[in-house]
């Protein structure tokens, strides 16, 4: 390999060193504790069998879309689904992204100016602080779920003010006070914009359609790939916000669209979910029983994820592996994903898991 590329290979001992090299490996076998399927619907045999029905009525569903929305991929059930998202969660819009990496790089590169300013939580997901690369905008960070801190900043500010927060995160397992930031963005006249990735099926539609803040956030990011067990992601907003995506979002622009399978995906899921509200029920009723086993952990009494705090690699490693090999799978969270100190081993809860099962894993960490 050529001199100019040897710091590629430095950095990769380097992480081989730390213990933190990240390489792809099957999907371990065991209980599962670790996946973001929280209604277990990516394995529901029910739902299934009713896409099974639909790709048998209509197999084109399963062929690619050949194009960007704007050329050839734009269909009668993209645009179904869009109008079905919008009207359940009580939105003007919806736009639909393939992936929900995709639609955060669409929304936070193209609507903060060079005049502008993003303000994010620190703790809000890398593909924000990506997007923000992409922005003309500066960028500056509050201290998480910190209102006091969040609105410190802004009165320094002067223009427009973006304010970039996750309803569920997905680290730490904790809830933003949402209604409280919102309340903070309208009395300095900012721009919100939540991002509801990991509360989406957990908490009904999100918490902004449960709180009802449709009109005080400006943009709402809700993915598919979570509890809905699918993939995708849609971009909810005011038709004036839809209308200038499709125009200047480059990752929107020149991305080619997703088959029409994965929008169909995405309805029957929410159909489903909605003929099924004891899933969301039986998720509570085991989040409960594993708050009970007294671990601490820095989560919401009613997330789905609970994490455990191990600031040593070594020992956080080690834990991992003799909870895999007692046949429980979670998965162990290093730096830089979080900060050094407080490495963790994060542990997913779903209406699937049985209590003994998570009493049994509970038991293995006290050990």
């Known amino acids: 390999m050529p001199d ?31 996946s973001n399927d929280y209604l277990g619907l990516a394995r529901n045999e029910e739902l299934q069998n009713i896409l099974l ?23 009668p059930e993209a645009e179904e689904t869009e109008e079905y998202i919008a009207t359940t969660h009580h939105y003007p819009s919806a736009l639909l992204f393939p992936s929900g990496y995709n639609a955060n790089l669409a929304l936070f590169s193209t609507l903060p100016t060079r005049h502008d300013t993003l303000i994010v939580d620190e703790q809000i997901h890398r593909s924000v602080h990506d997007a923000c690369r992409m922005s003309h905008a500066r960028k500056l960070k509050f201290r998480h779920n910190d ?22 995160y997905s680290m730490e397992g904790d809830l933003a006070p949402i209604k409280e930031i919102t309340a903070i963005a309208d009395r300095y006249g900012a721009a919100l914009i939540v991002d509801e990735a990991h509360a989406l099926g957990v908490f009904g539609h999100g918490l902004v359609t449960e709180y009802q803040l449709q009109h005080q956030v400006l943009a709402t990011v809700i993915t598919y790939g979570k509890a809905f067990g699918a993939h995708g992601a849609a971009i909810l907003s ?45 998720l509570q009723e085991n989040i409960n029983v594993f708050r009970k086993q007294g671990l601490l952990s820095p989560s919401s009494e009613n997330s789905p994820i609970q994490p455990i705090v191990i600031p040593d690699n070594e020992r956080l490693r080690k834990t991992h592996q003799i909870l895999l090999e007692k ?31 998570i ?3 509970a038991e293995i960490l006290k050990q």
Not at 53 to 75: A, D, H, W
Not at 249 to 272: G, L
């Open 238 to 282: 005011s038709e004036l916000i839809k209308k200038y995506l499709i125009n200047f979002a480059s990752p929107f622009i020149y991305t080619t669209s997703a088959q029409d399978m994965q929008w169909t995906v995405i309805k029957a899921s929410y159909d489903f979910i909605k003929n099924h509200p004891g899933l969301s029920v039986q």
């Open 147 to 168: 209102v006091g801190n969040l609105e410190e900043i802004l009165k320094k500010q002067s223009g427009l003010c973006y304010i970039a927060i996750e309803s569920l």
């Open 53 to 75: 029905k639909k790709v048998m009525k209509q197999p084109g569903l399963l062929s690619g879309s050949t194009g960007s929305r704007l050329i050839s991929g734009n269909s």
């Open 359 to 361: 009493v049994k894993l």
């Open 327 to 357: 046949g429980m799978a979670t998965y162990p969270i290093y730096s830089p994903t979080v900060k050094a100190g407080t490495e963790r081993l994060r542990i997913c809860l779903h209406s699937f898991n049985t209590e003994e099962e």
């Open 4 to 34: 100019r590329f040897q710091h590629f290979q430095l950095a990769l001992e380097q992480r081989t060193e730390a213990g933190t090299l990240r390489t792809l490996k099957p999907r371990p076998t065991g209980i599962d504790f670790y």
